[in-house]
């Protein structure tokens, strides 16, 4: 079964520094990975998506993300925080075994960026 | 840009009596979606539902939750009998299936946020 897993309850970084929150996945096959970003009150927006190729993989708002195949990480990243970064982040999978193509939630990883 | 739309925003019901929530996903999108996230907790899948019939379902989508596209633009969430664990917000979503569905994001609606008392 795929599944992700954020090992980080909550990230605190100062305006202007590097983020990153961790996601490790676990699929088998090739991984369909996602991040999405849960402003307070909204819905979840998609931020970016690894389906093959580099393994940067540019998102919206200034996001990355880093396809780590021999380490399962897909790890979020920023060069810069933003104090409007401060959001829920969730990595996510796809799940190809089913034929209904769900997607799989980690439990979430509450950015705080401080100004 | 295209968007997925919920309808009510927050609804608050009675436990035992029937909602039904109401999605207008994408207009070109044939791929259809339910999750939940119970307050402060990860989202969870519900059910998926392409080609007018359900093509995958979670151990939450039990008898009492049914999907239905009653035309061509809504797809709506129906709980017959609410109870008080029902309360969180349900997400719909939509994608596309050009280029195969298991490529494309899932676009997700704002949600509505179902309170039972």
């Known amino acids: 079964a795929q599944s992700v897993a954020q090992p980080e309850d909550q990230v605190n970084v100062a305006e202007g520094n590097p983020l990153t929150v961790k996601c490790t996945y676990s699929?088998?096959?090739?991984?369909?990975l996602f991040w999405y970003v849960q402003y307070p009150n909204r819905g979840l927006q998609f931020l970016l998506k690894y389906i093959t190729g580099d393994n940067l993989v540019k998102g919206s708002y200034g996001f990355e993300a880093e396809f780590n195949k021999s380490q399962t990480s897909f790890h979020l990243k920023k060069p810069s925080a933003l104090v409007s970064d401060s959001a829920l982040y969730f990595c996510a999978v796809r799940d190809m075994g089913t034929g209904g193509f769900k997607t799989i939630f980690g439990a979430g990883t509450r950015l705080f960026v401080k100004a | 840009e295209p968007e997925v739309t919920q309808t009510p925003s927050h609804q608050v019901t009675q436990m035992g009596q029937e909602v039904i929530l109401r999605c207008v996903p994408i207009?070109?999108?044939?791929?259809f979606y339910w999750y939940r996230q119970i307050l402060g907790q990860k989202v969870e899948f519900l059910v998926s539902f392409y080609n007018n019939e359900i093509s995958e379902k979670s151990e939450i989508f039990d008898d009492q939750f049914s999907v239905e596209r009653p035309d061509g633009s809504n797809f709506t969430l129906k709980i017959r009998s609410t109870k008080l664990e029902d309360s969180a917000m349900y997400f719909c979503?939509?994608?596309?299936?050009?280029?195969?569905?298991?490529?494309?994001?899932?676009?997700f609606g704002p949600g509505t946020r179902l309170t039972v008392l």
């Open positions: 699929v088998s096959g090739n991984p369909y």
């Open positions: 979503a939509s994608s596309s299936s050009s280029g195969g569905p298991s490529y494309n994001e899932q676009f």
């Open positions: 207009s070109n999108h044939l791929y």
